[in-house]
């Protein structure tokens, strides 16, 4: 995206010079409208115990000065890059600047039984990976 969105300003830039753009084009109007969007929240992952169930709580805090609305959590647990399961929490409203708490358990058979092989030696390692995502509402 990065390519085409500079094709399109040095494209724009030299038609501007020589006299002849009027109106940018709706791709080049499209392409500036795919710019990030702001970053309100910032995370810190916390892992309990992980064997055969996980405990992972998550500490949101949001860095905007507006205040966020239905905040939800979900957390996906990876053990050797297979995925163990997934589970979700309510957070609810965050205000500015302010830090709320959210965590689940996971606890699948999938992961009872990879506990099990990594018990009797089956696997050679035990590495876990959280991945979380917070989705929420707000009003600038």
């Not at 609305?69 to 997934?86: I, P």
């Amino acid at each position: 995206m990065n390519r085409r969105l500079a094709g399109v300003l040095v494209a724009l830039s030299a038609a501007t010079s020589l006299g002849l753009a009027g109106q940018p084009s709706s791709a080049t109007v499209s392409e500036s409208a795919e710019v990030s969007a702001p970053k309100h929240l910032r995370q810190k992952i916390y892992i309990g115990r992980c064997k055969d169930t996980c405990k992972i709580r998550v500490r949101v805090t949001n860095i905007s000065r507006t205040n966020l609305y239905r905040a939800r959590l979900t957390v996906t647990l990876r053990v050797n890059g297979h995925k163990m399961g997934t589970c979700r929490d309510h957070i609810g409203d965050i205000r500015a600047r302010r830090v709320k708490w959210g965590g689940c358990t996971i606890r699948t058979d999938k992961l009872d039984g990879y506990w099990d092989r990594w018990e009797y030696g089956d696997l050679s390692r035990w590495y876990t990976d959280v991945r979380t995502v917070v989705s929420y509402t707000y009003y600038s």
